[in-house]
């Protein structure tokens, strides 16, 4: 889900600054990566639509280290859709640019750990902020909870574990939130012009941006709009892991369902179970 919410941001920041989503995305990467073969054909719908054709290499890339070898490696931009991190882990060094283009000079991604600090409080400060406090204090990618949510590697499991602070690997995961506060941003996304507007909104849908590709929550009553996703963390012998998904089913029924744990059955994806779920609904 927080490729979705880095989408929802990418397409707020284009709306505002009037790039379109053909333009090019390494203006906006630091300024010292060396751009591999094709990379510099890469747009913006491009990497909102796992279209770059970046190496598979790095499909789960989160690390500053991957995000510069990757663009090294280079890309096919127009390529069959396929879900890769990195491409929306480049997000994290985009958005403090496209921020400083819009209105805030100093925000830049040159830097690691600005370009991390910037990325989140962009999207606390311009998209949860627009959200009359459906969004609470503690979410974020470093949170700060005295007592917080342990993930276990199973439901059976008695021991759990603590995620790290993902603030260093924000953009293709690392949002803390609870499910009430996803249902939240899939709400005001659907029926309100406080996070984009709707021709954008529009956009956003038809060439799935920030969605998973065509057919792959394929339900009974249609070609769903959903993001899932999970993830694995061991740390000194535990292992820690969260199942989660966002999904529109276009009937003006929305759904956030996250566990804190491995699911069992329908290959353990949160979003199997949301479809799966609105399908017997109508039984």
Same mark, same amino acid.
Do not use: C
């Given at each position: 889900m927080s490729k979705t919410i880095t989408a929802i941001a990418v397409l707020r920041l284009l709306q505002d600054t009037g790039i379109g989503l053909n333009a090019a995305v390494w203006p906006y990467l630091p300024s010292d990566w060396e751009l591999g073969n094709n990379f510099e054909g890469v747009r913006f719908r491009h990497l909102l639509s796992h279209t770059s054709g970046m190496t598979g290499v790095f499909s789960d890339a989160l690390t500053d280290e991957e995000a510069k070898l990757a663009v090294v490696l280079g890309a096919a931009p127009g390529a069959a859709p396929a879900y890769r991190n990195i491409n929306f882990t480049l997000f994290r060094y985009i958005i403090p640019k496209l921020w400083a283009a819009a209105e805030l000079p100093h925000a830049h991604a040159d830097n690691n750990v600005a370009a991390s600090f910037f990325y989140a409080v962009y999207i606390i400060e311009r998209i949860f902020s627009q959200m009359g406090g459906a969004i609470g204090e503690n979410a974020s990618t470093s949170p700060l909870e005295p007592i917080p949510t342990r993930y276990y590697p199973s439901a059976g499991a008695t021991q759990g574990m603590d995620f790290p602070n993902f603030a260093p690997l924000a953009g293709a995961a690392g949002w803390f939130m609870t499910a009430?506060? !996803?249902?939240? %941003?899939?709400?005001?996304?659907?029926?309100?012009?406080? !996070? %984009? $507007? $709707?021709?954008?909104?529009?956009?956003? $849908?038809?060439?799935?941006?920030?969605?998973?590709?065509?057919?792959?929550?394929?339900?009974?009553?249609? $070609?769903? !709009?959903? /993001?899932?996703?999970? %993830?694995?963390?061991?740390?000194?012998?535990?292992?820690?892991?969260?199942?989660?998904?966002?999904?529109?089913?276009?009937? /003006?029924?929305? #759904? #956030?369902?996250? #566990?804190?744990?491995?699911?069992?059955?329908?290959?353990?994806? #949160?979003g199997n179970i949301l479809v799966s779920a609105y399908d017997a609904a109508w039984s």
């Amino acid at each position: 889900m927080s490729k979705t919410i880095t989408a929802i941001a990418v397409l707020r920041l284009l709306q505002d600054t009037g790039i379109g989503l053909n333009a090019a995305v390494w203006p906006y990467l630091p300024s010292d990566w060396e751009l591999g073969n094709n990379f510099e054909g890469v747009r913006f719908r491009h990497l909102l639509s796992h279209t770059s054709g970046m190496t598979g290499v790095f499909s789960d890339a989160l690390t500053d280290e991957e995000a510069k070898l990757a663009v090294v490696l280079g890309a096919a931009p127009g390529a069959a859709p396929a879900y890769r991190n990195i491409n929306f882990t480049l997000f994290r060094y985009i958005i403090p640019k496209l921020w400083a283009a819009a209105e805030l000079p100093h925000a830049h991604a040159d830097n690691n750990v600005a370009a991390s600090f910037f990325y989140a409080v962009y999207i606390i400060e311009r998209i949860f902020s627009q959200m009359g406090g459906a969004i609470g204090e503690n979410a974020s990618t470093s949170p700060l909870e005295p007592i917080p949510t342990r993930y276990y590697p199973s439901a059976g499991a008695t021991q759990g574990m603590d995620f790290p602070n993902f603030a260093p690997l924000a953009g293709a995961a690392g949002w803390f939130m609870t499910a009430r506060e !996803l249902a939240a %941003i899939m709400a005001f996304l659907t029926y309100t012009e406080n !996070l %984009i $507007d $709707d021709p954008t909104r529009t956009v956003m $849908d038809a060439f799935r941006l920030g969605w998973r590709e065509p057919g792959f929550y394929q339900g009974a009553f249609g $070609d769903y !709009l959903g /993001q899932g996703g999970f %993830i694995r963390w061991t740390n000194n012998g535990v292992q820690g892991r969260v199942r989660a998904a966002v999904m529109k089913f276009g009937v /003006q029924v929305e #759904a #956030a369902l996250v #566990a804190n744990s491995e699911i069992s059955g329908l290959s353990g994806s #949160a979003g199997n179970i949301l479809v799966s779920a609105y399908d017997a609904a109508w039984s």
